[in-house]
């Protein structure tokens, strides 16, 4: 079994910045994809971000220039850099990852809460 566990959220003012970690731990042979996701009140769920295993990126147009991804493979984390910080951001943030275990699962953590407000 693999598990998923996101922190860093918090509450900040616009323009304020967070940093999110998720860090994967259990049995498994290797990490491929992994994203970031968020659902506001009354939204559905959607991808902020994800990364491959070689590093390649891809961002949700609203939030490009402003947030970063990235992963360190050996501590089996994906980070995300969060700048600039509107209320339109707030929302809880999921980790998701594909995982070799040995069969190729789709994980999901249990999400961490980003509040932007004044």
């Known amino acids: 079994q693999v598990q998923l566990v996101e922190s860093g959220g918090d509450l900040v003012q616009p323009g304020g910045s967070l940093r999110l970690s998720c860090a994967a731990s259990?049995?498994?042979?290797?990490?491929?994809?992994m994203a970031w996701y968020r659902q506001a009140p009354g939204k559905q769920r959607e991808l902020v971000a994800s990364?491959?295993?070689?590093?390649?990126?891809n961002y949700r147009d609203s939030v490009k220039g402003r947030f970063t991804i990235s992963r360190d493979n050996i501590k089996n984390t994906v980070y995300l850099q969060m700048n600039s910080l509107k209320p339109e951001d707030t929302a809880v943030y999921y980790c998701?990852?594909?995982?070799?275990?040995?069969?190729?699962?789709?994980?999901w953590g249990k999400g961490t809460l980003v509040t932007v407000s004044s």
């Open positions: 259990g049995r498994f042979v290797s990490i491929n994809y």
């Open positions: 998701n990852a594909v995982v070799n275990s040995p069969e190729w699962v789709n994980y």
């Open positions: 990364i491959t295993s070689t590093g390649s990126t």
